[in-house]
């Protein structure tokens, strides 16, 4: 018989069995609002998750005069392919044109920014500033990384100067950008 070396023997030891969570503990959960650690200056506000724009009655007949002419003259040429694209562009722009945005919770605190349920510690962000359209104030926030774009905060009702104090604290402004080009189209196209 082989002998039985005590530091190489291996014994089976047992795993507690977890239990699942009920699918209404975990829809508790997933609602519970993301709390803040370890901060007593906190700076919160709720504001939609992105702002919409008001749109004339005839908004909807010129995109559809204009993507119908589009994909005529690319029948016309005998381009089958964009023609699809087209179509499937224009679904999706009614789509989302007509969706409204849902309220979201942003904060600030001593050690990153609360947005839109993701906490972003300080030290990946290396800028913000704060652009306006009208009575529309948009906070964005540089990340840090070469590919990483910024992240755009809508402040509602928050006031701009608040949150310039507050961030001024922990990230430097660059007051020589604005709006995004993304944004300045939605805009401009009233999406």
């Given at each position: 018989?082989?002998?039985?070396?005590?530091?190489?023997?291996?014994?089976?030891?047992?795993?507690?069995?977890?239990?699942?969570?009920?699918?209404?503990?975990?829809?508790?959960?997933?609602?519970?609002?993301?709390?803040l650690i370890?901060?007593?200056?906190?700076?919160?506000?709720?504001?939609?998750?992105?702002?919409?724009?008001?749109?004339?009655?005839?908004?909807?007949?010129?995109?559809?005069?204009?993507?119908?002419?589009?994909?005529?003259?690319?029948?016309?040429?005998?381009?089958?392919?964009?023609?699809?694209?087209?179509?499937?562009?224009?679904?999706?722009?009614?789509?989302?044109?007509?969706?409204?945005?849902?309220?979201?919770?942003?904060?600030?605190?001593?050690?990153?920014?609360?947005?839109?349920?993701?906490?972003?510690?300080?030290?990946?962000?290396?800028?913000?500033?704060?652009?306006k359209h009208?009575?529309?104030?948009?906070l964005y926030?540089?990340?840090?990384?070469?590919?990483?774009?910024?992240?755009?905060?809508?402040?509602?009702?928050?006031?701009?100067?608040?949150?310039?104090?507050?961030?001024?604290?922990?990230?430097?402004?660059?007051?020589?950008?604005?709006?995004?080009?993304?944004?300045?189209?939605?805009?401009?196209?009233?999406?």
């Amino acid at each position: 018989m082989p002998k039985e070396n005590k530091k190489h023997s291996k014994t089976l030891v047992k795993k507690p069995v977890q239990k699942q969570a009920s699918p209404v503990a975990s829809k508790k959960v997933k609602e519970a609002p993301i709390k803040l650690i370890g901060s007593s200056n906190i700076l919160r506000w709720k504001a939609p998750d992105y702002y919409t724009f008001e749109r004339s009655p005839y908004w909807s007949l010129i995109v559809g005069l204009v993507s119908m002419v589009l994909a005529l003259v690319l029948i016309y040429t005998q381009n089958f392919f964009p023609v699809i694209i087209i179509i499937l562009a224009v679904i999706v722009t009614f789509q989302v044109a007509h969706e409204k945005p849902k309220t979201q919770e942003f904060a600030i605190d001593e050690s990153g920014i609360l947005a839109r349920d993701v906490y972003l510690p300080f030290y990946e962000l290396d800028s913000f500033w704060i652009a306006k359209h009208g009575s529309k104030s948009i906070l964005y926030i540089g990340r840090v990384g070469t590919f990483k774009g910024p992240i755009s905060i809508p402040l509602g009702e928050q006031g701009q100067i608040e949150v310039r104090n507050f961030l001024l604290r922990y990230l430097p402004e660059k007051l020589e950008y604005g709006e995004q080009l993304s944004e300045k189209l939605i805009r401009i196209f009233k999406l």
